[in-house]
């Protein structure tokens, strides 16, 4: 009884997460390890409040994410630290680009 239970609920969660079809991750294997290593600081620091998926998403301007970023971090508790936000807005504009370019 309980595994069934468990499993309806593993399957709801499943489709709920196929249904958003929104990332959140993203696979920078591909990408230089530069950037693999802002990506980590991004992964840790922008999924405290909310799930990746939303600046994996977001539209913003070219050289608009080092703002972007910014304001995040204005958020009470957010505990990014400038060296952190550059590092970020960086890779937000890196993945960005090379996303437009596919
Ligand atoms: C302290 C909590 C907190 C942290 C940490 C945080 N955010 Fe947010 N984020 C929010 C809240 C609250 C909202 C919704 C309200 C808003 O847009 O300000 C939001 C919304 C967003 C949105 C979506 C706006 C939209 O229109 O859907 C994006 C994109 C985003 N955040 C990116 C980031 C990035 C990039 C980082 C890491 C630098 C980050 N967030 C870290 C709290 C946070």
New binding site residues.
């Given amino acids: 009884m309980m595994r069934a239970a468990l499993f309806f609920v593993a399957l709801a969660a499943a489709a709920l997460a196929a249904c958003a079809g929104a990332p959140n991750t993203l696979d920078v294997s591909g990408y230089p390890s530069e950037m693999q290593a802002k990506y980590e600081i ?1 992964e840790t ?2 999924s ?3 799930g990746l998926e ?2 994996i ?2 539209r ?1 301007a070219d050289g608009g ?1 080092k703002a ?2 910014r ?3 204005r ?6 630290d400038a060296a952190d ?1 550059r590092a ?1 807005a960086e890779f ?1 504009e890196y993945h960005h680009r090379r996303e437009a370019q596919r």
């Fill in positions: 991004f620091r922008c405290r409040c909310h939303r600046p998403q977001a913003v994410w972007y970023v304001r995040m971090a958020h009470p508790g957010a505990g990014i936000q970020i937000l």
